[in-house]
C-alpha cells in the first residue's frame, strides 16, 4: 500500500516538476522573442535613420544657385542671392568661413549649414570655428537675448520661447513655413493664424529672417 502511495507521490512530483520546466521554457522563449523582436525594431529604426540620412543632398556653395540655397536652414532668398552676389564678386569660396562675411550670416547659421554644405577648406578649421556655437545652440533664446533667432530655421522648442507663443501657436508658425517657404520678412509671421499685431510687437525684435 506504502509502495502504491509513494508511487503516486513521485509520479505526481515528476508530472509537477515537468510542468514547471515546460512553465519556464515556454517563459524564457517568449522574453528571448520579445528581446528579438526589440532588437529587429531597433536595428529597423537604425537603418531607416541612416537611409534618411543618406537623402541629405550635399551643396556645393561655389556652385549652388538662388534656389537651391534658400532651401538651406536660415538661408531665405535675400541670403541666397548674397552668397551669389559675393561669389560673383570675390570669386569661389576657399573656406566655408568665408560665408560668415555675408551680413545676416553668423557663427550660429553656419552651425545649421554645415551638414547640408560640402566641405570647403580645412575641414577642422571649419568646425573648431563653429565649435562654441553649436555647444550652446540648443539654450533657450528669448526676446531680450542680444541676438535674434531665424523664425525660418528655429524649432518649436525655441519659438516657445518667444513672448506669447506657446506650442500650438509655435507648430502653426512651422505648419506655416513648411506650407508657404521661407518667411520674405518678420511681419509676414503675422499670416500665421493666431498670431496679430499684439503678439507680433512683442517678438519683432527678438526675431529675424
Partial sequence: ?????????????????????????????????QTLQKKEKLQEGVEKVEKETE?????DINKAEIENLS????????????IVDYREKNGEFNSLIEL???????????????PYLEIIGDSAEVYA???EETSTSDTPLTTGTTEKININSVSVKQLQDLSGIGQKKAQAIIDYRNEHGSFQTIEEIMSVKGIGQGIFDKIKNGIEV
Fill in 100 to 114: 560668415t562675411n555675408i551680413k545676416g550670416i553668423g557663427k550660429k547659421t553656419l552651425a545649421k549649414l554645415l
Fill in 129 to 131: 570655428f563653429v565649435a
Fill in 55 to 59: 537623402k541629405i543632398e550635399k551643396i
Fill in 1 to 33: 500500500m506504502n509502495n502504491k502511495i509513494n508511487k503516486k507521490t513521485k509520479g505526481a512530483i515528476i508530472i509537477l516538476v515537468l510542468i514547471v520546466v515546460v512553465l519556464i521554457v515556454l517563459i524564457i522563449g517568449n522574453n528571448l522573442r
Fill in 71 to 82: 532651401k538651406l536652414p536660415g538661408i531665405g532668398p535675400v541670403k541666397s542671392q548674397a
